[in-house]
């Protein structure tokens, strides 16, 4: 699984209300509705400056707050292909990878807003073409990078109607 495309940066402590303010999220049901208020209370213009495959970039506990998996599934709405981050909240992990968002821990501090990243997922590698480095990423397990190219559990239940990781 690779990925390619612009990093959009934010810091540490990123709450799942910053991803998608509770303003919003009890709203509708409608994650193309959600897509466009992510991360709005920290860039009001985030959704317009998105292009397919871009990557949210962000330091420690990405994803911290509640466990409703309005967060990851508003951030695949809005045409993110991973986000990339120092570290996770745990449920949040769960909740990216069972919805099929990847999640990529590494160092973040040689990434900046704009340049261009991409991913392999099966090497453990993140190349930052616009310095011309890489990175060394946090390997996932088998059984999520199996569950995450299905797109998310429901996805691989849908696909095999039960745990399949051959």
């Keep these: 699984m690779n990925l390619k495309g612009k990093a959009h940066k934010f810091g540490d402590d990123i709450n799942t209300d910053y991803i998608i303010s509770g303003r919003h999220k009890f709203k509708t049901l409608d994650m193309k509705e959600l897509a466009k208020y992510v991360m709005e209370d920290l860039d009001p213009d985030f959704y317009s400056k998105v292009s397919p495959g871009d990557m949210i970039v962000a330091g420690r506990n990405f994803g911290c707050g509640s466990s409703r998996e309005q967060a990851p599934l508003a951030i695949i709405n809005a045409n993110i292909s991973a986000v990339v981050a120092k570290s996770f909240a745990r449920i949040f992990y769960r909740n990216c990878i069972n919805t099929g968002l990847p999640l990529i821990e590494c160092d973040t ?4 807003p704009g340049d ?4 392999d997922l099966q090497k453990g590698v993140l190349h ?38 051959d």
């Design 109 to 112: 501090d040689q990434i900046d």
């Design 116 to 119: 261009e990243i991409n991913i």
């Design 128 to 165: 930052n073409a616009t310095k011309g480095i890489d990175i060394p990423i946090t390997p996932l397990p088998e059984v999520m990078l199996k569950i995450l190219s299905d797109g998310g559990l429901v996805e691989h239940f849908r696909k095999y109607g039960t745990f399949n990781f």
